[in-house]
């Protein structure tokens, strides 16, 4: 099983980036727990973060015939992104959005994803543990579609 973890702007910088908000784990930490716990699954991942938005559109264009499920922090992108969703929408594979921080508990203008819609399913609130959640709902969905 091979899966993609695509993150967008600014979360390179987590662990510096507002951390009362998205806590202080690195990037590099979260891909290193990702990659150990997926391995235990059986699982290969790619990790991939981009700042620039048509490059996150190439990476998800690019995982159709390549990945059997997409994980997908969209990050700032996730409120404005039509180009992300309309990637999203012509990739068939399972896809999860996944939120460090509670998006519906926070300004008005994050509870709205203009992805959701493209996505399985969404997990927000829970931290970097989401990341690792979303590995386990995604192999599953896989698994159940096999
Ligand atoms: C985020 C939430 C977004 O609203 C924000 O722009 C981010 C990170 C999160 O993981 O909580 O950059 O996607």
């Not at 997926?38 to 998800?60: H, L, R, Y």
């Not at 970097?128 to 698994?143: C, H, T």
Request: charged share 25%; aromatic share 6%.
């Amino acid at each position: 099983m091979n899966i993609v973890i695509i993150n967008g702007p600014n979360l390179n910088l987590l662990g510096e980036r507002e951390p009362k908000i998205y806590g202080k784990e690195t990037l590099k930490s979260i891909e290193k727990k990702c990659k150990e716990h997926a391995k235990k699954n059986k699982i290969k991942v790619d990790f991939f973060q981009s700042n620039i938005e048509g490059e996150i559109v190439t990476k998800i264009q690019k995982s159709r015939d390549k990945f059997d499920g997409l994980i997908i922090n969209a990050a700032a992108f996730t409120h404005t992104s039509v180009a992300i969703l309309d990637a999203l929408n012509l990739v068939k594979i399972p896809k999860i959005e996944v939120h460090i921080s509670n998006i519906f508990h926070r300004e008005e203008f994050r509870h709205k994803s203009l992805i959701s819609s493209a996505v399985n399913g969404l997990i927000c609130g829970l931290g970097s543990q989401g990341y690792i959640l979303a590995i386990d709902a995604i192999k599953k969905i896989i698994k159940d579609n096999k």
